[in-house]
């Protein structure tokens, strides 16, 4: 609340003090900065893709409470209005996320969410005396209207609608300097509050390390938190008891039974002093000199506050590689070829791994939840989710709800791929409800946040892969262990055109124990990025055990200790390997059973 | 020896020739099959003129070792494997003889199983198998993944024995994928003969499935490439596209473009993934190929899109029409293929008229691209 405040106080000044002046130049309103979001969600998955976090009416099929702000008038006169919105599903249908904007409660003429792909849609005008007006947004489908920003103006041009312009128009409105407002220093900087974060910044809190641990939601988890609800699985390794406090039971994904886990893990991180929890900052920057990354840069998801975060250490655990990515770390993406890492498994062939490398990577998910409720209930079909559906009927979803397509990248398409994936859940679940049987089900919780399995994959000094596991390879750094089949995806219709395009198999190539080393765990170009998580160093194959949050997390607690080492004897990650390895392990054994 | 003799084996022999050639059957095909009481696959059954001994399946359970023959037609060419089982089926210490022909095809995949005569299949109470049973059975044997997969004999008997992994959360089965159930297994398996059923279950998906893939690269030749191109089988095909070599396109080109059509989606994208660049850059394939837009896939769409810089500005012609059957990234990556080249005339103007579709949600796109084309 007290950012909201500083926020809005800012905003006033800002407004008073810019725009005021010139009112031609109009005011922008951040929608992700609105004083009451009412029921109206923040999304910021997709600030790399469409430029911002922006407000989702995300109800169901039922319209959330409105969402509103209020903005000081310095000039009186006629105004323009635009949100910028989009059309999430365009077709030849009524648009299903449509919303009005109304101003000191007059709704504005023009119905909004009408316009396919991100842009500036006209609301409408009124006239506006000098004082504070009132802007609210009303939602009218419940079925996932957004809008990323307001703008008015005296003017009748619309600002530029996408692209670079776009995001130079914005920071001149904004009148944001190059670098962020405030800076912080730690000893190390994790940035994705996942399992595997979380993980790294209690091995390295537990050692003594002053910590920094950035993450975009308000609580943590990652893909195990009851916003997105997967059960973790795999072993603890040497990591039994940081991960006990952090992971969970093995509850049916999508099951609430994630909100009693997410009070125990947010409890636990928050216990540790010398970690600085940055919930709901989203990272958006990284900056390296001479291969040794100097800060990341990131933003309050709902204020747009700046902060930059200086260390000697970063962790990537942002899933995606972000951190990685930014400063210039080697990194892969897709399916190698078979042949690369020679990765065949003959029984499944190419559905396995390609002979040919490609992109078609494993999906993404939504879990999605029901109950049957005392009364008879209605879920019309929409056409906009029939198209996806088709005939297919459900009243629960599981993991297999995933979706990839060999177009579509799991991180530039990922709004595309999570719309996808609610209209199928919509129309799967209107099919199953006009069936007598299932009159009392009800939606009780649909995701809104993608559930990703494989994206980028930043190469450390060892590349893991299926050999790896095929043999059991044991390393002299293995410091992370997994029992877990090889468990790899394909969508059904590769198979059987006629499946549903949002459904997949899993494969499973069992074994014995396989091992993960340490040199996995660090880039090879950037010397002195960690990372833990999805975003390891690995094949596509490889990624397919471990990718579970049981052993992401053994990844995290294990380069957390690595950091503290590297602090202590001043010196990077590969020299742990190289010089410190006996420290290290004493460190991962002697930790099991102390307490904080 | 005496010249009476010499010729009265002469006679024989002559004799023996002739009744040969009448009836080349008794010579070639000395043990005839047993029929395949059911098969998915009886096309492979055509002419089997001759066996061999192949290689040997070891049973681990009983420890004894089945030969599996290799069967040619009368052309000499492989057609399928199979076994003459016999194995002992015990239960609690007595056990009884079981004898069945299984059959696999050249990819080593279980394609049916055949009896023996006076030899049927029973229950654990000496019933004999019903026609429902044996279909069972054979569905049962179908299914590589069957609940038997990777499950000791002891897993299936001891009654206070766990599914392996089973996960329960508050007394509920949560992971349906986990671990096989008894329900699971009586639901899938012939009633009463559930130590048959897993006996010979072991046997055909046994090591039988590798020592066949491993002897397939020695017997492939021009024949079999063919054979495998035009069975109807996809994993025949499939292993053919596989080996297809850079001529062989041109060869099978008909075929090749009429499965293309007719196949499932991982073959086209295969088939697309694998084909030289001359091909792309052929008529026949572009007309072929491009001209299919409409009928497929989505993932074959866009690796069809993608290959425009192979195909050229007469595949990315025909595809135009059919611009409203693309998704974003497919028009993006189709428009992009524009974006350095001399807009022609005619693609300019048929692009116009698509920005103002307005049942096309990406036509915006398109606009968005006529506009920075006009910037000079």
Known sequence: MKNVCQYWIFTLLFCSSVFQSTAQEGILLEAEGFLFPGGWVV???????????????????QPVDPARTEVEINESGTYHFWARTKNWAPGNWSPPGQFLLTVNDAALSDTLGRNPGWGWAYAGKAKLSTGTATLELIDLTGFNGRCDAIFLSQGEVPPPGYGKKLAEWRRQMHQEPLAPESEKSYDLVVTGGGIAGCAAAIGAAEQGLKVALIHDRPVLGGNASSEIRVHTLGIYGKFERILRLLDTEHYPNGSAEAKKDQEKRDKNVKAYKNIDLFLNWRAYDAASEDSTIQYVDARHTATNERMRFRAPLFVDATGDGWIGYWAGAAYSYGRESVHK??????????????????????????????????????????????????????????????????????????EEIRDHLLKAIYGSFANAKALPENSHYQLTWVSYLLGKRESRRLLGDHIFTFQDVVNNTPFPDSV???????????????????????????????????????????????????????????????????????????????????????????????????????????????QQWTRP | MGLNRIAAMDKALIFFLV???????????????????????????????????AFSVFDPQHELEHPVQLCRDAD????????????????????????????????????????????????????????????KLHQLLLNKNAVFRRKKLSDLF?????????????????????????????????????????????????????????????????????????????????????????????????????????????????????????????????????????????????????????AGEGSALRLLPHYHLMTQNQLKAYLSFWEDRKLPADVANQLTEASHNRNYPYAYLIERFLEVQKTP
Request: charged content about 25%; aromatic content about 14%; hydrophobic content about 35%.
């Open chain 2, 76 to 135: 000499g060419a492989p057609r399928l494997y199979y076994a003459d089982v016999q194995t002992p089926v015990c239960i609690d210490g007595i056990c009884k003889p079981v004898r069945i022909a299984i059959y696999w095809n050249l990819l080593g995949a279980y394609i049916g199983y055949g009896l023996y005569e006076g030899d049927p299949l029973t229950k654990y109470d000496h019933d004999l198998f019903e026609e429902a049973d044996y279909q």
């Open chain 2, 158 to 310: 001891d009654p206070n024995a766990e599914p392996e992994k089973q996960v329960t959360y508050k007394g509920e089965e949560v992971d349906a994928v986990s671990g096989a159930t008894k329900k699971a297994i009586r639901d899938a398996v012939v009633e009463g003969a559930l130590y048959s059923c897993y006996t010979i279950w072991q046997l055909v998906h046994g090591t039988a499935d590798d020592s066949i893939k491993v002897a397939l690269p020695n017997l492939w030749d021009e024949a079999m490439q063919q054979r495998f191109l035009y069975s109807d089988r996809a994993d025949y095909q499939f292993y053919a596209l596989k080996q297809l070599r850079d001529s062989d396109y041109a060869t099978y080109s008909t075929r090749l473009l009429q499965l293309f059509t007719g196949s499932s989606p991982l073959f086209r994208t295969k088939m697309l993934k694998q084909l030289p660049d001359r091909y792309w850059a052929e008529e026949l394939w572009q007309e072929k190929l491009y001209g299919s837009f409409g009928q497929l896939d989505v993932n074959s769409r866009t690796l069809l899109i993608t290959g425009l810089e192979k």
């Open chain 2, 19 to 53: 009744y040969c050639l009448l009836w080349p059957g008794v010579f070639l095909a000395p043990d005839p099959l047993p029929v395949a009481m059911h098969t998915s696959m009886p096309e492979a059954f055509e002419g089997i003129r001759s066996t061999e001994e």
């Open chain 1, 480 to 590: 992370v262990m997994e029992d877990r089949a090889v468990d790899v995806h394909y969508q059904r219709n590769l198979r059987h055109e006629e499946k549903p395009d949002f459904l997949s198999e899993a494969l499973f190539y069992r074994t014995g124990r396989y091992y993960i080393p340490y040199r996995s765990l660090y880039s090879r170009n950037i010397d002195n990025l960690f990372m833990a998580g999805r975003c390891f160093s690995c094949s596509h194959i490889g990624l397919g055990g471990p990718r579970v949050m049981r052993t992401t997390g053994q990844m995290g607690a294990a380069v957390g200790h690595a950091a503290a080492l590297c602090i202590k004897h001043e010196v990077k990650p590969r020299a742990i390997y190289t010089d410190h390895l006996e420290e290290l392990w004493g460190l991962i054994e002697s």
């Open chain 1, 43 to 61: 999304d910021p998955q997709f600030v790399q893709q469409m430029g911002s976090p922006y407000l989702m009416a995300h109800g169901m099929g």
């Open chain 1, 341 to 414: 890492y020679d990765e065949e498994w003959d029984e499944w062939g190419e559905l396995w791994s390609p002979e040919e490398a490609d992109n078609f990577v494993m999906g993404s998910s939504i879990l999605w939840q029901t109950h049957e409720g005392e009364e008879a209930t209605d879920f019309p079909q929409q056409p906009w989710a029939k198209v996806v559906a088709r005939t297919h009927e459900a009243t629960a979803g599981e993991w297999y709800w995933e979706f990839s397509r060999n177009d579509l990248h799991q991180i530039e398409d990922g």
